[in-house]
């Protein structure tokens, strides 16, 4: 069954440093998205994209943050410049077309900002 | 604005109890749409269920069933005869008709069945 892949797993970086979290969304979807989980917290809407341009973004998403589908397959989100409270668990997520409803998360990525 | 409250935040049951994880939600909206996730201790999130506004059909499968009440902005969570598999944070989520909407999620509710 086709699933939403992400890499790295786990990501640990200092403070101000930048980070590209990477995911591979199902093949033929064409909705994607990334949210966040704060360690124990519920998960949050970072950003969607769609047809190459951003969507809607949450207030969370502000410039240190952008978004990225450089080729066919990949879709990344940056961090330009991390602070500590970025610590959390990233989620991608993908969506077949408008019509269908289901958001498929990709296991995530754990970002700890030392 | 669109609200999901789950107001329990933790739940202990023991092994083949039945268990309801509930969940109430807040949207202007006539058409939206209500979906329950699990995560277990690995972290990944889990599809479980999506239900429309327009069927209020409860909906059951194996061991979970889900009891949608738009007069109440319920959509609640049974499981029936829990495991300890079952064990993970439970959460609720909305979304908007129309277009790629993003989810709005509860707190999450954490479901430990004790063997």
């Known amino acids: 069954e086709p699933e939403v892949t992400q890499t790295p797993s786990h990501q640990v970086t200092q403070m101000g440093q930048e980070v590209i979290l990477r995911c591979v969304p199902i093949s033929n979807h064409l909705y994607f998205y990334w949210y966040r989980q704060i360690l124990g917290q519920k998960v949050e809407f970072l950003v969607s994209?769609?047809?190459?341009?951003?969507?809607?973004k949450s207030e969370i998403f502000d410039d240190q943050f952008s978004v990225e589908r450089p080729d066919g397959s990949n879709f990344t989100l940056k961090i330009r410049s991390t602070k500590l409270e970025d610590s959390a668990m990233y989620f991608c997520?993908?969506?077949?077309?408008?019509?269908?409803?289901?958001?498929?998360f990709g296991p995530g990525t754990r970002l700890t900002v030392t | 604005a669109q609200k999901v409250t789950q107001a329990q935040t933790e739940i202990s049951v023991v092994e083949k109890e039945d268990v309801t994880l509930d969940c109430v939600y807040e949207?202007?909206?006539?058409?939206?749409?209500l979906f329950w996730y699990k995560q277990p201790p690995s972290g990944e999130l889990v599809f479980l269920i999506r239900r429309n506004s327009f069927d209020e059909q409860n909906e059951i499968s194996g061991r979970y069933s889900w009891n949608f009440q738009k007069s109440t902005s319920s959509f609640n969570f049974t499981i029936t005869a829990s495991q300890v598999v079952d064990s993970a944070v439970y959460f609720c989520?909305?979304?908007?008709?129309?277009?790629?909407?993003?989810?709005?999620f509860g707190k999450g509710t954490r479901l430990s069945v004790i063997a």
């Open positions: 997520a993908s969506s077949l077309d408008r019509s269908s409803k289901e958001q498929y």
């Open positions: 949207t202007r909206d006539t058409t939206y749409y």
């Open positions: 994209f769609y047809n190459n341009e951003i969507s809607e």
């Open positions: 989520a909305l979304s908007e008709a129309g277009g790629n909407t993003p989810l709005v």
